[in-house]
């Protein structure tokens, strides 16, 4: 299982205590604003915004809230003007590090992700330094108990994925180009996914341990902890064990 797909998981899991916090509201917002401001603000035509508004009902939020968030997007309501940038910079180990943000002050977002690279063992780079690395993808994990691998190969192939993994001892991983994603995610839709994304996936990845792995989780928690900042993406592989141990 990639390092991503490990992440990705562990996130998951605490994105329901966070959701709590109401933590994950003002990053599910901007997002909803952006999206509908960008596609418009019917679910059926805009991919991004139904993504969105998944996220959202996952983490409870009022539909009063989500509907609100759409028309300031699509400018049936005042709103804040936001802008979407990708930074890219490197972290222990020499990791890549891709980090996407939805601000509406580019400067601070940009002197607050210099610090937390800085202050963890990374540096904020020049644009165009590691995006080479990495492929927009669509990622789906479903559990080995729900399905044998022929028949999900079968079925997902037929669907259009790309590639199947099964090196994880408890989920296969199931890649495909953006555009075939929807029609992977509803052929398996009735099995139960333990993980459904449009992602960013990078061609290699860099093992870390020790010191290294430790400052790596922590920048990355640290850069998902900042409200500007939507997704973080990076070519770690760091053993699901000891993410999980450094994770708690």
């Not at 028309?71 to 890219?88: A, D, H, I, R």
């Not at 165009?128 to 079968?154: D, P, Y």
């Not at 199931?174 to 555009?179: E, G």
Request: charged share 30%; proline share 2%.
């Amino acid at each position: 299982m990639s390092g991503h797909s490990k992440w990705a998981s562990i996130k998951h899991k605490k994105a329901a205590v966070d959701a709590k916090r109401g933590k994950v509201f003002t990053k599910i917002i901007r997002e909803l604003t952006i999206s509908a401001r960008q596609g418009g603000g019917d679910l059926s035509g805009n991919a991004r915004l139904r993504k969105a508004v998944d996220d959202a009902k996952a983490a409870n939020m009022p539909q009063d809230n989500i509907k609100r968030a759409i028309q300031k997007g699509t400018g049936e309501l005042p709103g804040t003007s936001y802008e979407e940038c990708v930074f890219e910079g490197y972290g222990p180990g020499g990791v890549a590090v891709l980090v996407e943000v939805v601000t509406d002050n580019r400067n601070r977002a940009t002197a607050a992700l210099r610090q937390i690279f800085s202050r963890r063992g990374g540096n904020l780079g020049e644009a165009g330094c590691v995006g080479w690395m990495f492929n927009k993808k669509g990622l789906i994990t479903i559990s080995k108990k729900k399905i044998q691998e022929e028949e999900l190969m079968n079925v997902v192939i037929e669907a259009g994925a790309e590639d199947v993994k099964s090196d994880d001892e408890d989920v296969y991983e199931i890649l495909t180009d953006p555009k075939d994603f929807e029609e992977v995610k509803g052929a398996l839709g009735k099995l139960g996914l333990e993980l459904a994304e449009l992602t960013v996936l990078p061609q290699t990845y860099i093992k870390l341990e020790g010191k290294d792995a430790e400052q790596m989780l922590a920048l990355v928690e640290a850069l998902e902890a900042n409200d500007d900042v939507q997704n973080v993406y990076a070519n770690f592989d760091i053993a699901k064990d000891i993410m999980e141990k450094l994770s708690q």
